[in-house]
């Protein structure tokens, strides 16, 4: 049980409060350090290797270091997320991703949050302010996976209306 629950006054109990939900711009700052790190991966390990090995061949409409930066993109997400629950940005931030359905994020739900959802935000970029307007602070792809981004050591008091 987190020290901040347990300081509480002692006639409240825990089941009162609830973690906080993170609103858009929180959300924002981690997946702008997020798309640093990306990045950071990218210039540091495959535009060289790519380059040292005249890897970097035009295909259809994109080059292959064009592919390989997209997987790593996705791939980034989709395992942070399966692991850790978190990316590195989240991390940083102290938020994660939580399931509305079962205890754990499985794999169909963080594939589905995390590629398609994150595709189709990612495509129509307005729709990321989604997150801005929900009453539980979901952004498209957390409508569509049934997610939640929560604080992960800020709790809300539970407000209780009296029955009378």
Known sequence: MDTTIENVNSAESS???QHMLAGFWIRFWAYLIDVIVIASINRIIVHPIFNLLN???QLLFT???TVVTTI???AYFVLMTKYFQQTLGKMILGIKVISLKEEKLD???IIFREFIGRYISKTIVILYLVAAFTPKKQALHDLF???LVIHEKVYTKISTVANG
Do not use: G, P, R
Request: net charge negative.
């Open 15 to 17: 089941n009162d409060y």
């Open 55 to 57: 890897l970097d061949k």
């Open 63 to 65: 080059s292959t270091t």
């Open 72 to 74: 790593i993109f996705f």
């Open 107 to 109: 794999w169909a739900t």
């Open 145 to 147: 996976s049934d997610t």
